[in-house]
Structures are given as C-alpha cells and as structure tokens.
Nanobody, 126 residues
Framework: HVQLVESGGGSVQAGGSLTLSCTASGYNSRRYCMGWFRQAPGKEREGVAAIDSDGSTRHADSVKGRFILSYDKDKNILDLQMNSLNPEDSAKYYC?????????????????????WGQGTQVTVS
C-alpha cells in the first residue's frame, strides 16, 4: 500500500529556510498527483503546492516566490524548499498523493482530492 513519510520539519527564525521531504513508497505509477498541505491550530488544512505527473506545478499565492516544489521520480521524493519563512508559515505540514493525474485538482489543491497522507511534520517560525 502507499506510504508517505515526511521529514525536515523543525524550528527556524523568521527569514530562515527549511526543506521538507516526502518519501513515497508502495506504488509504481506513471500517473500521480502529489502535494504539500499545512494546518495551523484552529485553521483548516490548506494546499501549499502540488505537482502533476506531467510536471505541472501549482504554488499557493501565499508562498509563491518563497517556496519551491520538486519531485525526484527516480527516488520518489517530493521536496518543498521553503525560503523567507515568516511566523504565518508555522503549521503542521502534510504530504499527500493520489495515483492518478491531478487534472483540475492541481489548481484547486483541496484536501478531499487526495487519498494518501503522511503523518505530518511540524514547522515553527519565530
């Protein structure tokens, strides 16, 4: 079965950088939709960035120009490079995936469009 394991979270000062990694296993599909979501206490889970199997990416407006999403197909690792972090970026970050193309879901970045989730990794910016 599909497993997603996140790593790379931690505490950082405002203006700093972190890179989150999500290692995916248990599938061998050329079609996929993968993304990073985050959820702060008392807030809904929101999409941060997503990638389709054709290489198309989408970044939320709040992170454009600061976060960069990349996927290593050979290693099945989804990275989220986060730069110029600010306290509003503090949240638990989750990796999510589906075994088919994103399609319109790439733009929507809605949690309901993803079937597989990691346990999450905490990011705290002070």
């Amino acid at each position: 079965h599909v497993q997603l394991v996140e790593s790379g979270g931690g505490s950082v000062q405002a203006g700093g950088s972190l890179t989150l990694s999500c290692t995916a296993s248990g599938y061998n599909s050329r079609r996929y939709c993968m993304g990073w979501f985050r959820q702060a206490p008392g807030k809904e889970r929101e999409g941060v960035a997503a990638i389709d199997s054709d290489g198309s990416t989408r970044h939320a407006d709040s992170v454009k120009g600061r976060f960069i999403l990349s996927y290593d197909k050979d290693k099945n690792i989804l990275d989220l490079q986060m730069n110029s972090l600010n306290p509003e970026d503090s949240a638990k970050y989750y990796c999510a995936a589906n075994l088919y193309k994103c399609g319109p879901a790439l733009h929507d970045m809605s949690p309901i469009d993803y079937n597989y989730w990691g346990q999450g990794t905490q990011v705290t910016v002070s």
